[in-house]
């Protein structure tokens, strides 16, 4: 077993350098500011990512498996006024800790894995969220963990790492997986008050890992591509038993908003493996135009984490009436987390921010891409600067799509601390709107948000 400073320098390239986790939970206050916040912006930027707790084992490690340590930055009045990162208490971290298990609205047998991979505000409370048959975590403002939650009662089993909110209600669209269902998904609708309100059970050729959905003004889509529960390597103990099963066909569900499982419309696709949509929407002509970021495979030779490649950017145009499509590569530059203005999610889009990554997810440059122009945009602030995920955040009284900000974590590799950047979205490659200096290094980690204080009244 290793420690920290060990793990940094490990063989285990999901452990090493920025991806290696923090060993302590900090507060810090009157953050340090160049540049001006916007006095509109009164909020928390939020961000999740695995920190694994304790002793590690660096030959079994997988990066999906570490525990969930959110960041966040308090930001009102033009002032940062505090930063906060805490473990997300489930079983394992409260014990590790020396503390009592989390308040649960479930039985002590049920499923729960780390929250580690999104946090999102809804109804009034902050969720920390994983994929995989866990139930969501809620924490309080001050990011303290509150309880393992079923969403009063209304939680079948299964959550997600990627609710879509539906811009024009509010509801959160979910695809949830759990291998204890077997061949199965489950679409799930969480209406505004925090309850679900809608289940639909999807039976398919196999158990793939569903990482994320999209939406658009008709369709859910529903990814069932070949990275497949593994029974064999469960029953082995391997800790992440999902492989590459380069026999399973590759297809996009398209799923009637408001049908049923037998109403869905299967569209083959070539091989591939998608994380995360940019966005969907439905073309004039009856097809669903899909941009999202590409993977060739998925844990095939490595077992670790995400390293099979370097993924793009490409468009697929599906045809609900043919079952085929037509594919197109938008930008071969490397990248991933793609995000947007998300009041044009399921709409649309000319606008979408990745942040641009080298082998083993590690970060690099930020990057803007028109879809319209099929022009780039990349940010690039020298080389001891690696980005996360940007979060596009619209400005009051907005008058185009990219009228807002861009905000991201930025790692220096010199002072070994992190940075949150807030940019101009039109000004992308000029001086920034602001820079929060951080007291902390945040590891290379995996999704979050900018949650206005209105979203958690």
Same mark, same amino acid.
């Given at each position: 077993?290793?420690?920290?400073?060990?793990?940094?320098?490990?063989?285990?390239?999901?452990?090493?350098?920025?991806?290696?986790?923090?060993?302590?939970?900090?507060?810090?206050?009157?953050?340090?500011?160049?540049?001006?916040?916007?006095?509109?912006?009164?909020?928390?930027?939020?961000?999740?990512?695995?920190?694994?707790?304790?002793?590690?084992?660096?030959?079994?490690?997988?990066?999906?498996?570490?525990?969930?340590?959110?960041?966040?930055?308090?930001?009102?009045?033009?002032?940062?006024?505090?930063?906060?990162?805490?473990?997300?208490?489930?079983?394992?971290?409260?014990?590790?800790?020396?503390?009592?298990?989390?308040?649960?609205?479930?039985?002590?047998?049920?499923?729960? #894995?780390?929250?580690?991979? !999104? %946090?999102?505000?809804? =109804?009034?409370?902050?969720?920390?969220?994983? @994929? /995989? *048959?866990?139930?969501?975590?809620?924490?309080?403002?001050?990011?303290?963990?509150?309880?393992?939650?079923?969403?009063?009662?209304?939680?079948?089993?299964?959550?997600?790492?990627?609710?879509?909110?539906?811009?024009?209600?509010?509801?959160?669209?979910?695809?949830?997986?759990?291998?204890?269902?077997?061949?199965?998904?489950?679409?799930?609708?969480?209406?505004?008050?925090?309850?679900?309100?809608?289940?639909?059970?999807?039976?398919?050729?196999?158990?793939?890992?569903?990482?994320?959905?999209?939406?658009?003004?008709?369709?859910?889509?529903?990814?069932?591509?070949?990275?497949?529960?593994?029974?064999?390597?469960?029953?082995?103990?391997?800790? #992440?038993?999902?492989?590459? !099963? %380069?026999?399973?066909? =590759?297809?996009?569900?398209?799923?009637?908003? @408001? /049908? *049923?499982?037998?109403?869905?419309?299967?569209?083959?696709?070539?091989?591939?493996?998608?994380?995360?949509?940019?966005?969907?929407?439905?073309?004039?002509?009856?097809?669903?135009?899909?941009?999202?970021?590409?993977?060739?495979?998925?844990?095939?030779?490595?077992?670790?984490?995400?390293?099979?490649?370097?993924?793009?950017?490409?468009?697929?145009?599906?045809?609900?009436?043919?079952?085929?499509?037509?594919?197109?590569?938008?930008?071969?530059?490397?990248?991933?987390?793609?995000?947007?203005?998300?009041?044009?999610?399921?709409?649309?889009?000319?606008?979408?921010?990745?942040?641009?990554?080298?082998?083993?997810?590690?970060?690099?440059?930020?990057?803007?891409?028109?879809?319209?122009?099929?022009?780039?945009?990349?940010?690039?602030?020298?080389?001891?600067? /690696?980005?996360?995920?940007?979060?596009?955040?619209?400005?009051?009284?907005?008058?185009?799509?990219?009228?807002?900000?861009?905000?991201?974590?930025?790692?220096?590799?010199?002072?070994?601390?992190?940075?949150?950047?807030?940019?101009?979205?039109?000004?992308?490659?000029?001086?920034?709107?602001?820079?929060?200096?951080?007291?902390?290094?945040?590891?290379?980690?995996?999704?979050?948000?900018?949650?206005?204080?209105?979203?958690?009244?």
């Amino acid at each position: 077993m290793a420690t920290v400073s060990e793990l940094r320098k490990s063989s285990n390239p999901f452990l090493s350098g920025n991806l290696a986790p923090v060993d302590i939970e900090t507060t810090a206050f009157d953050l340090r500011v160049t540049g001006k916040l916007p006095d509109e912006l009164t909020g928390r930027y939020l961000r999740n990512g695995p920190n694994p707790i304790g002793q590690v084992n660096p030959d079994s490690y997988h990066w999906f498996l570490g525990s969930g340590m959110v960041h966040g930055i308090r930001i009102n009045d033009g002032k940062a006024e505090w930063y906060r990162n805490r473990w997300v208490r489930d079983r394992n971290v409260a014990k590790t800790l020396g503390e009592p298990a989390p308040q649960s609205d479930w039985p002590a047998d049920h499923a729960q #894995f780390a929250s580690n991979t !999104n %946090v999102i505000g809804h =109804a009034g409370a902050t969720w920390a969220l994983v @994929e /995989g *048959g866990s139930p969501p975590i809620e924490m309080n403002y001050e990011l303290e963990t509150v309880r393992v939650s079923n969403f009063a009662n209304t939680l079948p089993q299964a959550f997600s790492a990627h609710p879509k909110r539906d811009p024009r209600t509010g509801e959160l669209h979910v695809m949830a997986y759990w291998w204890g269902w077997g061949n199965q998904v489950q679409y799930l609708v969480v209406g505004v008050d925090g309850k679900v309100r809608r289940t639909i059970d999807i039976s398919l050729p196999g158990g793939p890992m569903m990482h994320d959905c999209a939406l658009t003004e008709k369709y859910v889509l529903i990814f069932d591509l070949p990275c497949l529960f593994n029974l064999e390597l469960a029953m082995s103990g391997r800790s #992440f038993p999902y492989i590459w !099963n %380069v026999d399973y066909a =590759a297809r996009v569900g398209l799923l009637p908003r @408001e /049908g *049923g499982a037998s109403d869905i419309k299967w569209v083959e696709i070539d091989s591939c493996y998608i994380f995360h949509p940019l966005n969907a929407y439905d073309a004039p002509d009856g097809t669903v135009v899909l941009d999202a970021v590409r993977h060739d495979k998925m844990f095939d030779v490595e077992q670790r984490g995400p390293n099979e490649g370097l993924p793009t950017l490409d468009r697929w145009v599906l045809n609900p009436q043919t079952g085929k499509a037509k594919q197109e590569r938008i930008d071969d530059r490397p990248q991933e987390f793609p995000r947007m203005n998300e009041s044009l999610l399921g709409f649309k889009n000319e606008f979408g921010y990745f942040a641009g990554i080298s082998d083993v997810f590690n970060q690099a440059d930020l990057i803007k891409q028109n879809l319209a122009s099929r022009t780039t945009q990349v940010r690039h602030d020298g080389a001891n600067f /690696g980005y996360g995920e940007p979060v596009f955040i619209e400005r009051e009284n907005s008058k185009s799509e990219d009228d807002g900000y861009v905000m991201a974590l930025r790692h220096n590799t010199q002072t070994d601390l992190s940075d949150l950047i807030v940019l101009d979205a039109q000004d992308f490659c000029g001086e920034p709107v602001a820079v929060v200096s951080l007291p902390a290094r945040v590891p290379n980690g995996f999704h979050g948000n900018w949650v206005a204080d209105a979203q958690h009244e």
